[in-house]
């Protein structure tokens, strides 16, 4: 069965640092590929999402991330980090059917000043 | 922001009593979830719709029915509550399938003591 691993529970940068959140997948059948952000007391909201087109993605908010097939990966990353990207981030994909899409876990990104 | 209204918003109540959480949507999009999110989990699919009196389980249907007798309402029962289904509930929708972008309503909160 499909599963999703973010690498991190929290991470933390400094304001102006590189943001970068990992997501792997487990299945061998290319999948399409979500990254939401969650900020607090709120519903999610899509940054980004990969449908088999090209594989570096571009996001709201400066966000992007790059698929890669031969790593099973999805990696959101952000050049330089503002306060306001501080918040829960979820990556999420399809399952081999297609019918249901998988949340991993979670990365709580915390940014200091 | 996309039409989705939660309610309620919060709720407590007993164990072993029914309850029932309202998701309403003003967009006509056909299909609608209902997800938990718990600590460490991420998100979790119940239950889905992918149109009126179409429905079907997720990961974590034990305990929990839905109706959908109106395009723009789905309706979550917990039969008889148990602590364990003391979580955050947010309703999704999407205009199609699991490859087009989820919208979020706002999640009711709901502790089962």
């Known amino acids: 069965a499909q599963s999703v691993t973010q690498l991190g529970s929290h991470v933390s940068v400094s304001e102006g640092a590189l943001v970068l959140l990992r997501c792997n997948y487990s299945?061998?059948?290319?999948?399409?590929l979500f990254w939401y952000v969650q900020y607090p007391n709120q519903g999610l909201q899509l940054l980004l999402k990969y449908t088999s087109a090209a594989t570096l993605v571009k996001g709201i908010n400066g966000f992007e991330a790059e698929f890669k097939k031969s790593e099973t990966s999805f990696h959101l990353t952000k050049p330089s980090a503002h306060m306001s990207d501080a918040a829960e981030y979820f990556c999420?994909?399809?399952?081999?059917?297609?019918?249901?899409?998988?949340f991993g876990p979670g990365t709580s990104l915390s940014v200091i000043p | 922001d996309a039409g989705i209204t939660q309610s309620p918003r919060h709720k407590v109540t007993e164990t072993g009593t029914p309850v029932t959480l309202r998701c309403h949507q003003t967009e006509n999009h056909r299909y609608m979830y209902w997800y938990r999110q718990d600590p460490g989990h991420g998100l979790r699919l119940i239950h889905y719709?992918?149109?009126?009196?179409?429905?079907d389980k997720g990961e974590v249907s034990d305990g929990y029915s839905v109706s959908r007798s109106k395009t723009e309402d789905f309706l979550l029962t917990l039969e008889s509550a148990t602590s364990s289904q003391t979580s955050v509930y947010f309703c999704a929708i999407s205009v199609s399938g699991v490859n087009t972008e989820a919208f979020f309503g706002q999640g009711t909160r709901l502790t089962v003591v």
């Open positions: 719709s992918y149109g009126v009196k179409d429905t």
């Open positions: 299945s061998s059948v290319p999948p399409y």
């Open positions: 999420a994909v399809t399952t081999t059917s297609y019918d249901k899409v998988i």
